[in-house]
């Protein structure tokens, strides 16, 4: 390996890290009143979330534990990431607090927000993700269906997937919100 692809490297790294720096100054709810705040979003979240997708009230009470990520800040120039906070509820009382992270690399030019809830379908889902360190939305998620009426789809309320995601509230410019490569740990705000 030459000089040169090896700064080029460095600097690339310096760069997604740089932005992953910049992005957790965002006001996400780390270092605002830690968890009280936190909680105080994820509860507008999930009223928001039941009122504007009914069923996943039911989803809600079919799952194990449900992840809400009340806001998450995408941007990216080239290089970009993403960042957020949110709460895991069990019975909708919160037992831990966790924050989202996603770097990428490819053509993207913008900003985005959006919220998101992951619903851990089965007690080993849940296991897996609360005792895992950097647990990563994979193979096993379903991303919710959600029709014209803002009804989810009867797929999505009787799938036997372990965990389903449900991406909503989009604001910004860059089209399409995905939890691909996003990583989430505990935090203690």
């Not at 968890?35 to 009914?54: E, K, W």
């Not at 007690?123 to 990563?136: I, K, P, Q, V, Y």
């Not at 919710?144 to 604001?171: R, Y």
Request: net charge neutral.
């Amino acid at each position: 390996m030459d000089t040169g692809t090896f700064l080029s490297r460095r600097s690339f790294l310096a760069s997604a890290a740089a932005g992953t720096a910049l992005l957790s100054g965002c006001s996400n709810g780390v270092n605002s009143q830690g968890g009280a705040r936190i909680d105080q979003r994820v509860d507008a979240t999930r009223s928001f979330l039941f009122s504007t997708y009914p069923g996943t009230a039911q989803l809600e009470q079919k799952a194990s534990g449900v992840l809400y990520m009340p806001l998450i800040t995408k941007a990216g120039f080239g290089v970009g990431g993403s960042y957020g906070t949110g709460a895991l509820r069990i019975n909708n009382s919160t037992v831990d607090y966790y924050e989202a992270l996603q770097a990428n690399v490819g053509f993207q030019i913008g900003a985005q927000q959006y919220a998101h809830a992951l619903f851990f379908m089965t007690a080993d889902a849940l296991r897996n993700f609360r005792t895992s360190h950097g647990w990563s939305v994979g193979a096993d998620a379903e991303y919710a269906l959600v029709d014209q009426g803002g009804n989810l789809s009867a797929e999505t309320l009787t799938t036997l997937e372990p965990v389903v995601a449900l991406v909503f509230a989009q604001a910004g410019l860059i089209a399409g919100a995905t939890l691909g490569g996003t990583k989430y740990r505990r935090i203690i705000p």
